[in-house]
């Protein structure tokens, strides 16, 4: 019986016809626009990176984790437009040339534009929405000049900290207020 149904449901899934709408919009999504253009997206040194860097994989999934905190069926797209990450490598160094040296001037910068749509399909520009909140979309520079000060509560083994805590600060202020 759980077999045939099963084969009458099949053409009707893969035509999509038994995906839900709503929930399957919830979340964040993420991409990169043209990666190999960031100003400083490899940890192993300076410039863009390829779209699957450990680098940018790193922060999809940060950004995609931050996305379980919104709303139920609040859909979040972000398109990362540059990267610049905190410090600077400095390869004439011989002891080390890999080494990020992290100076007061070269904090982490990371420009976006995202998208938010609230349940009901409706973006925040919709008549609806409270003042206050997010714009339906909008473009931004997040960065964290005073990075440094987070220096003693930075995670041991985890070289994208410092950008990490930027991105939760800005979608805690921008998305859970």
Do not use: C
Not at 20 to 47: E, I, Q
Not at 109 to 118: G, P
Not at 139 to 157: F, P
Request: hydrophobic share 45%; aromatic share 6%; no cysteine.
């Amino acid at each position: 019986m759980a077999v045939r149904l099963l084969r009458r449901m099949a053409p009707l899934a893969a035509a999509g016809l038994l995906l839900p709408s709503a929930p399957a919009l919830a979340g964040v999504s993420v991409d990169f626009a043209d990666p190999a253009r960031f100003t400083d997206a490899r940890l192993d040194g300076g410039g863009g990176a390829r779209p699957d860097a450990p680098e940018l994989l790193a922060i999809r999934r940060h950004l995609e984790a931050l996305g379980a905190r919104l709303p139920p069926g609040t859909a979040l797209r972000v398109t990362v437009l540059d990267i610049d990450l905190a410090g600077r490598r400095e390869p004439w160094r011989i002891d080390n040339p890999d080494l990020r040296v992290m100076t007061q001037a070269t904090w982490p910068r990371i420009r976006l534009r995202y998208a938010l749509v609230r349940p009901g399909g409706y973006p925040t520009d919709h008549p609806g929405h409270h003042p206050g909140e997010a714009p339906a979309v909008a473009e931004e520079s997040v960065s964290d000049m005073a990075y440094l000060a987070r220096a003693r509560m930075a995670r041991a083994g985890d070289r994208l900290w410092f950008e990490k805590a930027m991105l939760d600060d800005w979608f805690r202020q921008r998305f859970l207020r």
